[in-house]
């Protein structure tokens, strides 16, 4: 039996098809599958050279080497370690001293980082060909650790998961099966590529042979001309599909006729979003997608115009068991209402933090969402409200404590609460409730923020109480703070 790696399926697509177009960047430079190949030799290279077996962190901008460091890192045999670049400093240093990285892969200066242990730097613009003959690497096991994605945890410091080769591989066939991508496809990725979703979707075109079509940066001018004229799939948060459809109606409606699958997640999609989508994507089928980090994306459904159940993200995905559970652990019932979990043929390997722990169900055979759901009566999930404190605003997850624990580090504040309101642009929008205990205003905190913050997870809106809403047990009463004061 072939014992494949995602970068064996690249070297067997290199050889079959060595002049098809892989990877395409809008306004930039393109690789075909030769290429592509070439490079990924070339990263792995130097990786071998610099790197001590420990992860090798991923500090790179949307283009041809955010992606084909993934796979240059399983045939230099390390984990591979995807970074926010969004990020602060202080952020990144955190990441790289708790996964202990070995390399930082980074273009252009040097980032401005003092991790207490310092990885080797590899300016990867500087990088030329011709990197050491393939028959000179001996790629991960498909079962040793593939990829490191840091997840935002509940208590506001993020934790490292970790996926396997194997795992990652029977996941993006899942995806491929689901959204309908082959080898005639023509992928936009118009997200970041440091996210398991467009970095995993972006590996999967290379696996079947597909082309991939890289935004630098999301502009909305520039994704509607590429879903009217080459792309035939496309993953849009809401925040994005929002501003596709402001374009598309400032150009007189007129359809985008290349798309043939759109899908769209991270938030709920509002149904008169869907009810453009359906008009400006004629020949698109439009699906949405529900799953997190640990358990990936885990249902899935085609919506039809006319039918959209609100709060739906569809039946379950092929391998992937999805049940609920009450607040004491027990399997619900039909119709019943609880947390979501998952029991996966994509395993969760844990966290690279040993001490972090797992949020599975009682018997521990299920991992679990933190959202709250229930099933409708034909089988389709629905998702109801969240348990975790988590703000899922224009795709990215923002931990409430995390964001708290900023807020409170300025002098003049005595508590803050952090929540996600309901926003028609970024599914929710992070907004903080302050108690003063001193003067500030919300231009001294929202620059007090930015400068521990990633700009995501800044809150667009401050409001001053005098007081916190608080039960009897003295718990801040969130529920209280989400909807917006009259």
Not at 31 to 49: K, M, N, Q
Not at 220 to 247: G, K, N
Not at 307 to 315: E, H, I, K, Y
Not at 319 to 334: H, I, K
Request: contains cysteine; hydrophobic residues 45%; charged residues 20%.
């Amino acid at each position: 039996m072939l014992r494949h790696t995602l970068v064996e399926q690249l070297r067997l697509n290199a050889e079959a098809f060595p002049d098809r177009p892989a990877i395409e960047v809008v306004g930039g430079p393109a690789l075909s599958y030769a290429g592509a190949l070439d490079r990924t030799l070339v990263l792995a290279t130097a990786i071998r050279r610099r790197g001590d077996g420990s992860p090798v962190a991923i500090l790179l901008r949307n283009g041809p080497d955010a992606v084909l460091a993934f796979l240059a890192c399983q045939l230099a045999g390390v984990p591979a370690l995807p970074v926010n670049s969004a990020l602060t400093a202080s952020e990144i240093d955190y990441i790289l001293d708790d996964s202990a990285a070995g390399v930082l892969l980074h273009a252009g200066p040097p980032p401005p980082l003092a991790p207490k242990r310092p990885p080797a730097l590899i300016d990867v613009s500087t990088l030329d060909g011709p990197g050491d003959a393939w028959d000179t690497f001996t790629p991960s096991d498909p079962a040793d650790v593939f990829v490191i994605g840091y997840t935002s945890g509940t208590t506001g410091f993020p934790k490292g998961a970790r996926y396997d080769g194997a795992g990652m591989y029977v996941q993006y066939l899942r995806w491929a099966v689901h959204f309908g991508i082959t080898s005639d496809s023509t992928l936009l990725t118009a997200g970041p590529m440091f996210h398991n979703s467009y970095g995993g979707l972006s590996i999967l075109a290379l696996m079947v042979g597909a082309t991939n079509r890289v935004l630098p940066a999301f502009d909305r001018r520039v994704a509607h001309d590429e879903l009217a004229e080459r792309a035939t799939f496309a993953f849009l948060v809401p925040s994005m599909l929002t501003q596709v459809l402001d374009e598309w109606r400032a150009r007189d409606r007129a359809p985008l006729p290349s798309l043939r699958c759109l899908l769209s997640s991270g938030a709920a999609v509002d149904a008169g979003l869907l009810a453009d989508a359906f008009d400006a994507f004629p020949g698109a089928v439009v699906a949405e997608a529900y799953g997190w980090s640990e358990g990936g994306w885990v249902t899935h459904e085609v919506k039809t115009r006319g039918a959209v159940l609100p709060q739906c993200v569809g039946w379950p995905m092929v391998g992937a068991d999805v049940a609920l559970f009450d607040a004491d652990g027990a399997r619900c019932g039909p119709g019943e209402t609880g947390e979501i979990g998952v029991r996966n043929v994509t395993p969760f390997l844990g966290y690279v933090n040993p001490d972090s722990p797992l949020e599975t169900s009682a018997d521990g055979r299920y991992l679990l969402s933190g959202d709250i759901g229930r099933f409708a009566d034909d089988g389709r999930l629905l998702v109801v409200d969240r348990k975790k404190d988590i703000i899922v605003t224009g795709g990215e997850n923002v931990a409430s404590g995390e964001v708290e624990r900023a807020i409170d580090a300025h002098s003049a504040v005595r508590e803050s609460a952090v929540v996600g309101r309901r926003d028609p642009r970024w599914g929710e929008a992070v907004t903080a409730v302050v108690v003063l205990d001193g003067t500030a205003d919300e231009h001294d905190l929202r620059a007090h923020c930015r400068e521990r913050l990633a700009g995501y997870k800044v809150p667009k809106t401050f409001e001053f109480v005098d007081a916190l809403p608080r039960n009897s047990m003295g718990k801040v009463q969130k529920f209280l703070l989400r909807e917006p004061k009259p």
